[in-house]
């Protein structure tokens, strides 16, 4: 049976440098909050026991407290899931931080397939419970309220039509023979096409030249047919084993070969929405529209973001919606499927807030992308005091006068502070790439990387 919590050891270690000493410190502090809310740990540990399957026995002696604390070394340190077992593993302190202390610390495999059991509602509620802890303990009090939104982009490379056609082609390949290396009999005489598909798609992604745009097209349906022929072959498979016609008679054998079909079947659609947007989109030279189109058979999630930024024109992720009081405390965070319109979330935002603190900020400020003429009707029935937020296009006289008083490029330059911690989120908490995979996992990472944030902020008070 999994345990909650370890008893915890003093975290006192003996530094010789100011900054060793200022970062076991960090996480001593970060200790004490988490000691101080219970719930959170509460929360964790009702995720990795209720509703799971039965895991290896090491995994199981796991305290929950234990994977919750990973989570967070993990995306304070900006490490990968094996460098942040590496990480813990080679530091004593982080050892006691983790409570793992002396004994055998878990895979790195393992540790992942655990903390992806914390679901993404699991991590909002944990931040809830750490924004009431700084309302009502460490003297938050919500004056100010900024908000933004931003892209976390999902782990993919860049999507072209002959990359993700190769993709279908080797994933449905390795699955095809794991399944006939089990039984022969169900996928029957069958010869992997991968390596064409590679040279295929090798010459469609090469240069310029008039010699490769010539044969363009016919490289195109070359490589269209090479994906369509594992297609096929998986879907008879599949339509063998629904049938019964298995020759295995082992109980295991059977168990991983339901587990493939399952595969199998997650895979072919997405190879099929692959397939047809390549022919529409190549062959027969018709546009497709974004919200129609495949970025990854791993992301399928994954929506393809225009922002015309410099350097990064295009990103493939999701947008976030953040919302920062003073002193750089995250109240808020959402996961958007879609990209929202940003307009409506002004007044959500002063609604939560005031539902938060009990009164409207004093000051909310965001950028040209909230302004609306039927927002800004809409936020009059908040009265809140300076509601900074700059027009889009031309200003009337009264309009360019608010705009530069001097309370409104005020509220604009502590709206400026947003960015920055946009900008620490990307390059120290894992907001710039998810490196879990799925739509669930994605929501639990952006969580996450909030989280530490916060944990980090408060140990400043």
């Known amino acids: 049976m999994r345990k909650k919590t370890e008893r915890q050891l003093p975290l006192d270690f003996a530094g010789t440098l100011k900054l060793t000493k200022d970062w076991y410190s960090l996480y001593y502090n970060v200790h004490k909050i988490l000691a101080a809310n219970p719930e959170v740990t509460d929360l964790?540990?009702?995720?990795?026991?209720q509703g799971c399957q039965k895991l290896h026995r090491n995994v199981e002696g796991v305290a929950s407290e234990c994977i919750l604390r990973l989570a967070l070394v993990q995306q304070m340190e900006g490490l990968s899931f094996r460098e942040t077992i590496v990480r813990v593993d080679d530091s004593e302190m982080l050892r006691f931080f983790c409570r793992f202390y002396d004994d055998a610390l878990i895979s790195h495999s393992l540790y992942?397939?655990?903390?992806?059991?914390?679901?993404?509602?699991?991590?909002?509620?944990?931040?809830?419970?750490?924004?009431?802890?700084?309302?009502?303990?460490?003297g938050f009090k919500g004056h100010k309220l900024r908000l933004d939104t931003t892209a976390v982009e999902t782990d993919i490379h860049f999507p072209m039509d002959a990359s993700l056609l190769?993709?279908?082609?080797?994933?449905?390949?390795?699955?095809?023979?794991?399944?006939?290396?089990?039984?022969?009999?169900?996928?029957?005489?069958?010869?992997?096409?991968?390596?064409?598909?590679?040279?295929?798609?090798?010459?469609?992604?090469?240069?310029e030249s008039k010699r490769y745009k010539r044969r363009y097209k016919k490289w195109f349906a070359a490589l269209i047919a090479a994906t369509e022929r594992p297609m096929r072959k998986a879907a008879e498979s599949l339509a063998r084993m629904a049938a019964g016609e298995l020759t295995v008679t082992d109980r295991f054998q059977r168990l991983e070969l339901q587990a493939l079909a399952k595969k199998l079947e997650h895979y072919l659609p997405l190879a099929a929405r692959c397939v047809a947007q390549a022919r529409k989109r190549v062959l027969d030279g018709v546009a497709v529209p974004h919200a129609e189109k495949i970025f990854s058979i791993f992301e399928p999630h994954?929506?393809?973001?225009?922002?015309?930024?410099?350097?990064?024109?295009?990103?493939?992720g999701h947008m976030v919606e953040v919302r920062q009081i003073e002193d750089g405390l995250i109240t808020y965070y959402k996961v958007h499927a879609k990209r929202p319109a940003e307009p409506p979330?002004?007044?959500?935002?002063?609604?939560?807030?005031?539902?938060?603190?009990?009164?409207?900020?004093?000051?909310?400020?965001?950028?040209?992308?909230?302004?609306?003429?039927?927002?800004?009707?809409?936020?009059?029935?908040?009265?809140?005091?300076?509601?900074?937020?700059?027009?889009?296009?031309?200003?009337?006289?009264?309009?360019?006068?608010?705009?530069?008083?001097?309370?409104?490029?005020?509220?604009?330059?502590?709206?400026?502070g947003i960015e920055g911690t946009i900008s620490v989120l990307k390059r120290v908490y894992g907001w710039n790439r998810c490196l879990r995979e799925g739509w669930e996992h994605f929501q639990s990472w952006v969580g996450t990387g909030v989280l530490a944030h916060n944990l980090v902020q408060l140990t400043r008070r």
């Open 44 to 49: 964790v540990h009702a995720d990795l026991t």
């Open 112 to 138: 992942a397939t655990l903390v992806n059991l914390i679901r993404p509602g699991t991590w909002e509620k944990i931040n809830a419970l750490i924004v009431k802890y700084a309302r009502d303990k460490k």
């Open 166 to 207: 190769c993709d279908c082609v080797r994933v449905l390949s390795r699955l095809l023979s794991e399944i006939r290396r089990i039984d022969p009999l169900v996928v029957g005489p069958w010869r992997s096409r991968l390596a064409d598909a590679k040279w295929l798609t090798q010459n469609l992604l090469r240069g």
């Open 302 to 316: 994954t929506e393809l973001l225009i922002r015309g930024k410099a350097g990064k024109k295009i990103e493939f």
């Open 345 to 416: 979330l002004l007044a959500q935002a002063v609604a939560q807030h005031e539902a938060l603190f009990g009164r409207v900020p004093q000051v909310c400020a965001a950028d040209k992308g909230y302004s609306s003429q039927l927002v800004l009707e809409e936020m009059a029935k908040f009265n809140v005091p300076e509601l900074c937020v700059p027009k889009k296009g031309r200003r009337n006289e009264a309009e360019a006068e608010r705009e530069h008083s001097a309370w409104f490029k005020m509220g604009q330059a502590f709206r400026a």
